[in-house]
Nanobody
């Protein structure tokens, strides 16, 4: 059974930093693109950042220059370094990954971690 488990969320003041982690575990054969999404109350889910297995990255315009996505393929883990945080970054951040097990290739989701930016 595959699991994605996020960690690292919390309360931070504007201008502060947080580092989110998402570890994939289970009978994983291959781990492909990994993504961070976020959803704030009353807003649509937003794709924040993506990283391919080879390390190519993409970011939402709202976080470019402030957030950095990275991954450790040996640990099946993706990270999101968030700097210069703003109140509008407040949301539940959810990890997503496309991966293969011996049975199938599918998208998997974590349970989410809350990030609150407030003074």
């Amino acid at each position: 059974q595959v699991q994605l488990v996020e960690s690292g969320g919390g309360l931070v003041q504007p201008g502060g930093s947080l580092r989110l982690s998402c570890a994939a575990s289970g009978n994983i054969v291959s781990l492909y693109t990994m993504n961070w999404y976020r959803q704030a109350p009353g807003k649509q889910r937003e794709l924040v950042a993506s990283i391919t297995r080879s390390g190519s990255t993409n970011y939402a315009d709202s976080v470019k220059g402030r957030f950095t996505i990275s991954r450790d393929n040996a640990k099946n883990t993706v990270y999101l370094q968030m700097n210069s945080l703003k109140p509008e970054d407040t949301a539940v951040y959810v990890c997503n990954a496309k991966l293969s097990t011996v049975l199938r290739t599918n998208d998997y989701w974590g349970q989410g971690t809350q990030v609150t930016v407030s003074s």
